[in-house]
């Protein structure tokens, strides 16, 4: 329920910022504030998840972003909004993501068990991607029936079960004690990764399909818009039709992915199918076949960072994982605000379906040259059988 009113509200609050501001630019420039303090606060999010009771901190996380939902509500029903209200508030849910992302995470390991951690990821991917088909979708006939307040009340009100659950559940954490220095705990994630060249590898595959893949969901509704002459409904059949990918993904392709003998081939594989897609989907001009590249493109990202997330969780030790996984939140999702940034300008300055048709390109080639240079990788297998390969 949650997940569905979080995806209104990204659907809802991409379409304010065109409606105030028909700018591509302006577009980048919310997804950026969004995503910047994930770069900027992963350093400290791993390391606070680490060492209090992440139950407690996800609860705080919780009520302040339902708090941000509501206040964009009330001024976009009061017609005060400003686009400097939207970026503002983009950037605090981005500070609360940015707390949340690695403590939440981590919190699957705790409730699941090292030995179901990596079936608890693809759970929840799941149940994400089922939200990203919903949110988008209902969000674009809301804003068109109803207006785009609707959709952040029903996000603020959404967080609700969340509380409710996380009041109620609990579940066994492996707490690093006492505070220390959180730089130096960081770094000691750092070197951890330095003396793992398949997590690097990992690393390098999510920066690209972050980077290059999803950061065009930044700019779909100006791809709506312009490329395709629609409306906000227009937009929510978009990211439902990439949310439809993803869960294919999730369902079908995910359980292949980690059985599979080759995990790095496929992997790479993977970031290859999302460049060609990307590359037709620039070509598109009418909103079926606009929607079946997106579909076909938004297999791919799953299968990379779904899996990469949980391998990354079951090769970290245990008073570990959650800085591990905020570093991989910020090599990845924490290079959002560049990506978002660029897509933006390139998109305003070249038009939204070049900017698609470069970033598609770069994603191919990023793909191939990972397939190609990396041997060792290529020979790769991450079932708990295999060898290791170094």
């Given at each position: ?268 594989g993977a970031v290859i199918w999302m460049g060609f897609w990307l590359f037709v989907a620039a070509q598109m001009r009418t909103l079926p076949l606009a929607m079946g590249a997106i579909f076909l493109l938004s297999i791919g990202a799953p299968a990379v960072i779904a899996t990469a997330l949980g391998l990354t969780q079951l090769m970290a030790p245990s008073d570990m994982r959650a800085r591990l996984v905020s570093l991989f939140v910020m090599v990845s999702f924490g290079m959002q605000p560049i990506a978002a940034l660029s ?48």
């Amino acid at each position: 329920m949650s997940l569905i009113g979080t995806w209104l509200q990204v659907t809802a609050q991409g379409w304010v910022v065109w409606e105030l501001s028909h700018s591509e630019a302006a577009l980048g420039i919310v997804a950026s504030f969004a995503t910047l303090p994930l770069l900027l606060f992963g350093p400290f999010a791993g390391t606070i998840a680490d060492r209090v009771d992440r139950r407690k901190l996800l609860i705080a996380t919780q009520i302040v972003a339902m708090f941000l939902a509501f206040t964009l509500a009330v001024l976009v029903q009061t017609k005060l909004v400003e686009l400097w209200h939207v970026y503002a508030l983009a950037l605090g849910l981005g500070i609360v993501g940015a707390l949340d992302f690695p403590a939440q995470q981590a919190f699957l390991g705790d409730l699941s068990g090292m030995q179901l951690v990596r079936k608890a990821v693809n759970l929840n991917a799941m149940f994400l991607q089922v939200s990203r088909i919903v949110g988008p979708a209902v969000a674009g006939f809301i804003i068109t029936q109803f207006g785009s307040a609707t959709t952040f009340w029903i996000n603020g009100l959404s967080f609700v079960p969340v509380l409710v659950s996380l009041i109620l559940v609990r579940a066994h954490q492996v707490r690093k004690e006492g505070w220390g220095n959180p730089l130096a705990d960081f770094v000691s994630a750092l070197r951890f990764v330095r003396t793992q060249p398949r997590l690097q590898d990992l690393f390098i595959l999510v920066v690209l399909v972050t980077f290059f893949g999803l950061s065009v969901l930044n700019i779909m509704p100006a791809f709506a818009a312009q490329v395709l002459g629609g409306n906000a409904e227009t937009l929510g059949y978009l990211l439902a039709a990439s949310g439809a990918g993803a869960l294919i993904s999730v369902i079908l392709i995910i359980p292949f992915v980690q059985a599979a003998k080759r995990t790095g081939v496929i992997l790479a594989g993977a970031v290859i199918w999302m460049g060609f897609w990307l590359f037709v989907a620039a070509q598109m001009r009418t909103l079926p076949l606009a929607m079946g590249a997106i579909f076909l493109l938004s297999i791919g990202a799953p299968a990379v960072i779904a899996t990469a997330l949980g391998l990354t969780q079951l090769m970290a030790p245990s008073d570990m994982r959650a800085r591990l996984v905020s570093l991989f939140v910020m090599v990845s999702f924490g290079m959002q605000p560049i990506a978002a940034l660029s897509i933006g300008y390139m998109a305003q300055f070249l038009g939204v379906a070049t900017a698609v048709l470069i970033n598609g390109i770069l994603l191919f080639a990023g793909g191939l040259l990972m397939l190609t240079l990396r041997a060792s990788f290529r020979a790769w297998s991450a079932l708990p059988h295999a060898a290791p390969v170094k």
